[in-house]
């Protein structure tokens, strides 16, 4: 009894402050209707990210007391505590949408800093279920943005969007000029709850750390609260998308050609729509098809490292978000079949949401360290990973996230130590 009145308490507690701080985030609105929608929505989604919050952390609490650090019984515990902790979130996020996707996301590739439970239930579930807006709320984005209804504004519009992302969809349309674009539209929710969730997320995990100072993923908030912003504002998006290829052609020349971003249409695109190119090809990681096309797999890997070598090491400018939905790859408009039917290949990059820019002292010591990775230079790796702020007790599990190998592997002086070696690591 006392645990589940520290438990009513703490959600209780959690979701009268956090309301208030929702709603002081919304209180300035000028749109009436906008206000009313988020002041009976709010409210249902605070309550269940508290509910949610505080049983996760009970759960841990309680279900660990008594049991001995490195023991066999606790060991199966906590992967018990984990999963069940793992299908909670996730229910979560499915159920609140917005930026509990993106953080869901987000905790889908953190393997190597989250239980592995978390990890692998977000990553199976966040990339391929993501929420769609239905087409009348897709009519009311593009009439608000474009100021027509999409068979107005375009010649052609596909009601059914061909992918669904957690801040936006996409459609085929084709323009009053022929043009066969694809057309981002950022989900209704997003725009509308979009702050209110940020304040309440972020009140709920300290609050959470307060009351319990292990349980501390403030980090993964700060996260998600820099990039979020930036990917809701496609003009940025757009932006960069530009940028990225001007550094192709004005840094790395001899590749430019083979690396290739969609154009925008910048008359038919604002902060909430984006209308670009429309691009077809197969995924970076659809071997099947893209032997279909005459390339080999080798050319194609290459052009990824190399093509994002660039970025890092010379431009500075480097797109944050490469998984394979967003890596597609096509046979090089200008190639023409060798005599043994091999074909050369094109990377196109989608969704310039997020970049990260690197000054010059990051991508010199970043360049040095995978120099000494390279050469399984122990001294050098060490001293350049204390560089990055992994010193004596951190850079065996910086080097092991970077290269995805164990430390022993790392160290071998094996000319190939660093090499992929399974075809599944490449799908």
Not at 131 to 151: H, I, M, N, R
Not at 330 to 339: E, Q, T
Not at 341 to 364: A, I, S
Not at 366 to 378: E, G, I, N
Request: aromatic fraction near 10%; include cysteine.
């Amino acid at each position: 009894m006392v645990v589940l009145r520290s438990k009513l308490k703490l959600l209780f507690a959690a979701t009268a402050l956090g309301s208030g701080v929702g709603a002081a985030k919304i209180a300035n609105s000028d749109d009436p209707a906008t206000t009313l929608k988020l002041c009976t929505t709010v409210p249902v989604r605070l309550f269940r990210l508290s509910l949610t919050a505080a049983t996760i952390a009970f759960d841990y609490e309680y279900s660990l007391i008594g049991l001995p650090e490195g023991s066999d019984e606790r060991a199966k515990v906590e992967h018990e505590v984990h999963t069940r902790s793992a299908r909670r979130l996730e229910d979560l996020c499915f159920k609140n949408g917005g930026i509990y996707i993106k953080l869901g996301q987000h905790l889908g590739q953190l393997d190597y800093l989250v239980p592995l439970e978390y990890a692998k239930t977000m990553r199976e579930s966040m990339l391929n279920r993501c929420p769609t807006s239905t087409y009348d709320q897709v009519c009311q984005v593009v009439k608000k943005e474009l100021g027509g209804a999409p068979e107005v504004i375009f010649d052609e519009f596909d009601p059914v969007p061909i992918a669904s992302a957690s801040l936006a969809q996409v459609h085929v349309a084709r323009t009053h000029e022929g043009q066969k674009v694809a057309v981002k539209v950022q989900h209704t929710h997003m725009t509308d709850t979009a702050a209110a969730d940020f304040a309440t997320v972020d009140f709920i995990v300290n609050t959470l750390h307060r009351f319990f100072p292990s349980f501390d993923y403030r980090w993964l908030v700060d996260e998600v609260r820099e990039t979020s912003p930036k990917e809701l504002d496609f003009l940025i998006e757009a932006a960069n998308n530009e940028k990225c290829m001007d550094n192709f052609r004005r840094l790395s020349p001899h590749i430019a050609d083979y690396v290739y971003a969609p154009r925008v249409d910048w008359g038919l695109s604002t902060s909430k729509l984006l209308t670009m190119e429309f691009i077809e090809g197969p995924q970076v990681n659809d071997l099947k098809s893209i032997k279909k096309l005459g390339i080999r797999p080798h050319d194609i890997a290459k052009l990824v490292s190399q093509t994002f070598a660039e970025m890092m090491f010379k431009h500075g400018f480097v797109h944050c978000d490469p998984h394979a939905a967003n890596l597609l790859v096509r046979v090089l408009p200008s190639d023409k079949s060798s005599f043994f039917g091999k074909r050369k290949p094109q990377l196109v990059l989608l969704d310039h949401g997020l970049y990260k820019e690197l000054d010059t002292y990051t991508r010199t010591n970043y360049a040095a360290l995978w120099k000494a990775l390279v050469l399984a230079d122990v001294k050098g790796i060490k001293e350049n990973c204390m560089k990055f702020g992994a010193g004596e007790d951190l850079y065996t599990f910086f080097t092991s996230i970077l290269t995805m190998k164990s430390w022993e592997r790392v160290i071998d002086p094996a000319v190939d130590h660093l090499a992929i070696n399974d075809q599944s690591d490449l799908q």
